[in-house]
């Protein structure tokens, strides 16, 4: 609960939002999206009005998370082919598939090495403080000469330790969070997956109960014209049925060729940006520390010699 209501939570949600923002309103169909605009215009009474409108798929916050778990399960059993109806197969799917499922595996032991990056330079920062603080007190102990130099280097740990603080809140925002959000966008498009797997099913099933059916009733009309009539009705239908359970399947499939394009695209700047900013905030910080102590080397020099 703590942490809940901290700056840093705070932050991270305000980010996250203020990207997924940015991102719908680039996106080129998204953008057209009526509740998007309400969302960016509209003051507080017509957002009231707008969720009274709601059909209310998710009745309560359990039933939300509930769907994600299904997900979860149902994913590797549909795309991984642990159930085997019926799935889609070719070559470049297969690629995708397990291109994807390894993007996941290694964006998240990135993201864990990145949290513990995070980790590592906020207790570096914290013991940095401690030690300034107990090096401040051992001066003082001995006093003359000894009390200022070990002031200084106190003052000195004390300083590199906001500096790491700093970083560690850098890295977090631009570095863990963004690698984060990609595995997060990698699970979507594993819950798209599974989509396709169903569409895909229910196209090869309607279309094989079609042209089984067109067999039969080719035979029909030749054997039993008193029932071809209701036959042909029931075939019609089954045929429309059909159809649009293939345009379905199709208009899943070229929305996410498209989609991947972008995601690929995206997240090549993105995380190109994140090791970039990483890659320049450890060279500051190197440079920070290395110009610090080095700085008070002459006085530690003068202060043993003598």
């Known amino acids: 609960e703590k942490f809940r209501f901290s700056k840093e939570f705070i932050e991270l949600?305000?980010?996250?939002?203020?990207?997924?923002?940015?991102?719908?309103?680039?996106?080129?169909e998204l953008k057209q999206s009526e509740d998007l605009r309400t969302f960016l215009q509209a003051d507080e009474e017509?957002?009231?009005r707008a969720r009274?409108?709601?059909?209310?798929?998710?009745?309560?916050?359990?039933?939300?998370?509930?769907?994600?778990?299904?997900?979860?399960?149902?994913?590797?059993?549909?795309?991984?082919?642990?159930?085997?109806p019926v799935e889609e197969s070719t070559p470049e799917y297969e690629k995708l598939k397990h291109y994807i499922f390894?993007?996941?595996?290694?964006?998240?032991?990135?993201?864990?090495?990145?949290?513990?990056?995070?980790?590592?330079?906020?207790e570096l920062g914290q013991s940095l403080a401690d030690f300034g603080k107990a090096i401040k007190l051992l001066g003082a102990c001995e006093g003359d000469s000894l009390e200022k130099v070990f002031s200084e280097v106190g003052s000195k740990s004390e300083?590199?330790?906001?500096?790491?603080?700093?970083?560690?809140?850098?890295?977090?925002?631009?570095?863990?969070?963004?690698l984060k959000d990609y595995v997060r966008a990698v699970q979507s498009i594993k819950a798209t997956m599974l989509d396709r797997a169903n569409a895909f099913r229910q196209h090869f099933d309607l279309d094989q109960e079609r042209k089984y059916k067109e067999l039969?009733?080719?035979?029909m009309k030749f054997m039993n014209p008193e029932k071809f009539s209701e036959s042909e009705t029931e075939f019609s239908e089954?045929?429309?049925?059909?159809?649009?359970?293939?345009?379905?399947?199709?208009?899943?499939?070229?929305?996410?060729?498209?989609?991947?394009?972008?995601?690929?695209?995206?997240?090549?700047?993105?995380?190109?940006?994140?090791?970039?900013?990483?890659?320049?905030?450890?060279?500051?910080?190197?440079?920070?520390?290395?110009?610090?102590?080095?700085?008070?080397?002459?006085?530690?020099?003068?202060?043993?010699?003598?």
């Not at 700093?166 to 977090?172: P, S, T, V």
């Not at 208009?251 to 890659?279: C, P, W, Y």
């Open 159 to 178: 300083m590199l330790s906001i500096k790491l603080q700093r970083e560690a809140d850098n890295l977090l925002f631009n570095f863990e969070e963004p």
């Open 46 to 48: 017509k957002m009231d």
């Open 52 to 84: 009274s409108y709601e059909t209310g798929i998710f009745k309560k916050p359990g039933d939300f998370i509930q769907m994600f778990k299904d997900v979860q399960s149902k994913v590797s059993d549909v795309v991984l082919g642990k159930e085997k």
């Open 238 to 306: 089954l045929k429309a049925a059909s159809e649009e359970a293939t345009k379905r399947y199709e208009h899943i499939v070229s929305v996410m060729n498209d989609e991947l394009a972008r995601f690929q695209e995206q997240k090549t700047a993105d995380i190109g940006l994140a090791f970039h900013e990483f890659a320049k905030g450890q060279a500051k910080l190197a440079k920070d520390i290395a110009d610090a102590w080095r700085s008070i080397l002459p006085k530690l020099e003068a202060c043993s010699s003598s």
């Open 216 to 219: 039969n009733l080719e035979k």
């Open 102 to 122: 390894e993007l996941e595996n290694h964006l998240a032991e990135a993201q864990k090495q990145a949290f513990r990056l995070v980790k590592r330079h906020r």
């Open 13 to 28: 949600r305000r980010q996250a939002l203020d990207l997924f923002i940015n991102r719908l309103a680039s996106h080129p």
